[in-house]
T-cell receptor
């Protein structure tokens, strides 16, 4: 059973479109991370949030703790946004402090 | 610019060889992590360390060991490489636990075991 589910798995958009990627999780968490992975492997942290909304440039991340759901929005998408976007949650239980649980990622391709 | 540096981007090893993957961070972070990433499975935690000489098993520690003799360096060791350890290996670090801090990742090491 996947504790972190992302949708869609694959997304193709035209340049300029507004994009939404969703992440749902099944247990209590203390934080949720959004990560970006470009072809070639390197992963960059975009946001860490535990409530509300954060914005950085054209990227917006929201989280609804009660509904156990987060969204990542990209406004005015550009081909350079093409990447895999990964959601990860830090579980709110007294176990391993290292244990982020990762979604399988959403592969975004933005066409010019 | 803060950095996590992994020693090798690409490695090809033979079954049974001992493999060392090195990771160095320059941010004075307490926590360091080793993940592997496989298609369709996402990132999975192998081991992590929250202090020098301290280590904890992650979800898939079998066939791996780690070493953290200095705060800035976290090594992943495959004592006897097997073909099912062919994967992308990613090192990361964070100032405190990932419930309070973002992770900084290295560029990854793609290991092929023949």
């Amino acid at each position: 059973k996947n504790e972190v589910e992302q949708s869609p798995q694959n997304l193709t958009a035209q340049e300029g479109e507004f994009i939404t990627i969703n992440c749902s999780y099944s247990v209590g968490i203390s934080a949720l991370h959004w990560l970006q992975q470009h072809p070639g492997g390197g992963i960059v942290s975009l946001f860490m949030l535990s409530s509300g909304k954060k914005k950085h440039g054209r990227l917006i991340a929201t989280i609804n703790i009660q509904e156990k759901h987060s969204s990542l929005h990209i406004t005015a998408s550009h081909p350079r946004d093409s990447a895999v976007y990964i959601c990860a949650v830090f579980m709110n239980y007294g176990g391993s402090q290292g244990n982020l649980i990762f979604g399988k990622g959403t592969k975004l391709s933005v066409k010019p | 610019d803060v950095k996590v540096t992994q020693s090798s981007r690409y490695l090809v090893k033979r079954t049974g060889e001992k493999v060392f993957l090195e990771c160095v961070q320059d941010m004075d972070h307490e926590n360091m992590f080793w993940y592997r990433q496989d298609p369709g499975l996402g990132l999975r935690l192998i081991y992590f360390s929250y202090d020098v000489k301290m280590k904890e098993k992650g979800d898939i520690p079998e066939g791996y060991s780690v070493s953290r003799e200095k705060k800035e360096r976290f090594s992943l060791i495959l004592e006897s490489a097997s073909t099912n350890q062919t994967s992308m290996y990613l090192c990361a670090s964070s100032l405190e636990d990932p419930g309070a801090n973002v992770l900084t990742f290295g560029a990854g090491s793609r290991l092929t075991v023949l």
